[in-house]
């Protein structure tokens, strides 16, 4: 069982001060640390069901932490937020899971669930920069990210791709170079 910390603690030097170079596993405990130091911007549990956030919690061997009530407060917000909007979550999610590596899993849900959210995608998931996100979607979605040619915005990627798959989501022009939306979807979004 884990312990509980209190949000305030120093955490694990090794885990925080550098990204994580190379496995799922990695991203994973680097994405939950983050969240459980208040550092992303994820709703409760991560968008993932109590049982299966307490399984990833001992996956990573990341402990429990008492959250304060503004972060409680702030968390739940986002989870009503996202019971809005599921269905779209959820297409997202079954789309990334098709290209996400075996044993990368929960990440396609948390992928789809910072997806929702109202920043960049790598700002909501409490990464460093985009080149931190760049580096995660390699790793654990190295297919996915090799379509990603022209350096577009992760979630305009997505959507962009949802879109030509005929997803709900419809791009308001055929081509992006001649689309009035083309500074929304690409580099840079510092
Ligand atoms: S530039 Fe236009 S067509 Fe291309 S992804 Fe963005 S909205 Fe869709």
């Known amino acids: 069982m884990n312990q509980a910390i209190r949000c305030d603690m120093p955490l694990q030097v090794s885990v925080l001060t550098a990204e994580p170079s190379g496995s799922a596993q990695e991203w994973l405990t680097q994405l939950v640390w983050r969240f459980q130091t208040g550092s992303s911007q994820l709703p409760r549990y991560m968008g993932l069901d109590a049982d299966q956030f307490q399984q990833l919690l001992i996956t990573c061997n990341v402990p429990s932490v008492v959250m304060g009530l503004l972060q409680q407060q702030r968390q739940q917000l986002l989870a009503e937020l996202l019971a809005m909007r599921e269905p779209e979550c959820q297409e997202l999610e079954q789309w990334l899971s098709a290209y996400l590596l075996p044993d990368a899993a929960p990440m396609a849900r948390i992928i789809a669930v910072a997806s929702m959210g109202y920043n960049h995608l790598w700002q909501d998931l409490g990464l460093d920069s985009r080149q931190s996100l760049r580096e995660l979607m390699q790793c654990c979605f190295p297919e996915l ?34 689309c009035v939306e083309r500074d929304g979807c690409f580099a840079p979004e510092e």
Do not use: H, I
């Not at 990627?157 to 992006?176: D, K, M």
């Open 145 to 178: 990210a090799a379509l990603n040619t022209q350096n577009m915005r992760w979630k305009k990627f997505f959507y962009r791709q949802l879109c030509a798959t005929g997803g709900n989501y419809v791009c308001r022009s055929p081509s992006c170079d001649e």
